[in-house]
């Protein structure tokens, strides 16, 4: 997570995740299993409860070479 020194500022939350063939069929799976991480572990809940606002979540997948990125 990037945090802002102002609390109005822009917040950023961040997950990275490497495709494993034997746990995801492709690399829109593997986006989705970042996305649910960051929803269970409460991620953006942490930021709001000490007073952050402005906050964007980002998914960055990688197969090999092949870099997906999501803002959601």
């Known amino acids: ?3 802002p020194k102002n609390k109005n500022g822009n917040s950023f939350i961040m997950e ?3 495709y494993k063939e034997q746990k995801e069929k492709d690399i829109e799976e593997t986006i989705e299993n970042a996305k649910k991480q ?3 572990k ?3 809940e942490n930021l709001r409860e000490r007073g952050f606002t ?3 979540k980002m998914v960055f997948a990688f197969k090999g070479k092949d870099v997906k990125m999501v803002i959601y």
Do not use: D
Request: hydrophobic residues 40%.
């Open 16 to 18: 990275f995740k490497v």
């Open 1 to 3: 997570m990037l945090e």
């Open 42 to 44: 409460k991620y953006e």
């Open 38 to 40: 960051i929803e269970e």
């Open 54 to 56: 402005n906050i964007t």
